[in-house]
């Protein structure tokens, strides 16, 4: 089974980063291919909470990190990530790509300044700026630090326009392009070899019959073309953006499982048609613990919604899915799953992406009965109580896609396999 995709098919936070982990135990490599530090994936070892921000998640196995191209690399967050796996005895081999943009200070700074994003709820981490500059094509990139002259010499006229456009910024003034320069090459100084055409890399692993993950950031409903526009990231976060981020060929991935929380939530601004502003919506964040993994920012919460997950397939071409977090709905007397929306009177099965169409629509939920156990312990389906064997079939005949994987806890056993790609991991039996 060489390469295998983890697609957030939500708002993100999924717990990708749990499902991205395991799957990486006895994997060659692990990818990351779009985003920066505005992602935040956790993963439990041991009772220990580990969360990544530019390295997968499968990091902490024996698996080759590779930070795609399609990335916006903060390196000082970079090095904290790596000096803090190091003090928990964890050294990965990484290969960043020449062409992965680098995050620098400046654009956390200039996206305040600037006002782009504003009203969107971003991360604040400047990862809007980092992909403008990509596109306005005066963005520094890793390969720039293999020839350190080019590099000190691009980045003092950079920071010099970006300081005369925001003249009275002290904050930005402040920043020395000799310094930064410094700093930024003394990082990466240990991984300058590691620096590389990281698409020659991957698609020569896979030809060898490597065992590839590569690792989505946030989700389809916050990607820049197909997500809820303007309320989405900067990056490809469908199947596209292994293309695009990875330079891999999407055809060349076998298994592209859809990462589906158990109900929604979504984090920053834009439409929510099942969000559940009340006292619901209050249980699922308090439950399962819906606090932004990188800002801690509240998540806001509601049903699941089918007719955004069909949508999410089509874009995607999920083989399978994975239902994380089945176990925050214990205790429910009625769970709500919508199956169409309503707009202006009439009844929709598509999803209408654009953000102010989202708006107008209303939910038209089903009904299912809940229950009351926990559900924590549960290791195979028929462990399940009844309703919640009702749910997961629901989902599946609504979808029509197989289950292959439910998660009941935050542990990494805490895991239903379906599939014989997750019996094979010692973590999943
Ligand atoms: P940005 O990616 O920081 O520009 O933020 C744009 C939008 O995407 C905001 O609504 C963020 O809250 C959302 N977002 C970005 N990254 C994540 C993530 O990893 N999980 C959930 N939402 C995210």
């Known amino acids: 089974m060489p390469a295998i995709a983890v697609l957030g098919a939500q708002w993100g936070d999924e717990s990708k980063g749990k499902l991205a982990h395991l799957l990486s135990e006895g994997a060659d490599l692990s990818v990351r291919f779009n ?3 505005n992602a935040g994936h956790t993963v439990v070892v041991n009772g220990e909470e580990i969360r990544f921000h530019l390295l997968p998640a499968g990091s902490l196995w024996n698996c080759t990190a590779v930070l795609g191209n399609g990335m916006v690399i903060d390196p000082f967050a970079l090095a904290a990530e790596l000096k803090l796996l190091e003090e928990k005895g964890h050294r990965p081999e990484i290969y ?5 943009h680098l995050l620098l200070p400046y654009h956390r700074i200039v996206e305040r300044l600037s006002g782009v994003g504003k009203g969107l709820g971003t991360t604040g981490r400047g990862i809007g700026l980092a992909y403008r500059d990509k596109a306005e094509r005066t963005g520094l990139r890793a390969g720039d630090l293999l020839s350190p002259r080019r590099f000190r010499e691009r980045l003092e006229q950079k920071l ?5 456009i925001w003249g009275e910024s002290k904050e930005l003034q402040q920043i020395g392009p000799r310094k930064l320069a410094d700093e930024v090459l003394q990082v990466f100084e240990p991984l300058r070899e590691r620096i590389m055409e990281t698409a020659q890399l991957l698609n020569r692993a896979l030809d060898r019959g490597k065992r590839v993950i590569f690792e989505g950031a946030q989700g389809a409903l916050l990607d820049i073309d197909f997500g809820t526009y303007p309320y989405v990231t900067s990056s490809s976060t469908t199947i596209g953006g292994i293309g695009v981020g990875a330079g891999v060929s999407p055809r060349r991935v076998e298994r592209i499982i859809g990462v589906v929380k158990a109900y929604t939530t979504r984090v920053g601004e834009g439409p929510f048609p099942t969000e559940e502003p009340g006292e619901i919506g209050t249980r699922l964040r308090e439950q399962g613990r819906e606090f932004g993994a990188t800002t801690g920012r509240p998540r806001r919460c509601g ?7 069909k949508y999410s397939m089509m874009i995607n071409g999920f083989t399978e899915l994975a239902l994380m977090k089945l176990d925050v709905l214990s205790g429910l007397s009625q769970i709500r799953v919508a199956t169409h929306y ?3 009177g009439k009844l929709l099965e598509d999803f209408p992406s654009g953000a102010e169409a989202l708006a107008e629509c209303e939910p038209v939920y089903e009904e299912l009965p809940g229950w009351k156990e926990e559900i924590g312990e549960c290791r195979h389906l028929n462990e399940l109580p009844p309703p919640a064997q009702a749910y997961i ?14 998660s009941v806890g935050p542990e990494a056993e805490a895991n239903i396999p379906r599939s014989s790609l997750f019996a094979e991991s010692p973590k999943f039996r």
């Open 35 to 37: 985003g920066g530090t």
């Open 96 to 100: 960043i790509s020449t062409a992965a």
């Open 160 to 164: 010099q326009r970006e300081q005369e």
């Open 303 to 309: 049903w699941l919604d089918l007719v955004a997950l």
């Open 342 to 344: 309503r707009r202006g």
């Open 393 to 406: 079939a629901f989902i599946e005949e609504r979808l029509g896609v197989p289950i292959s994987l439910i």
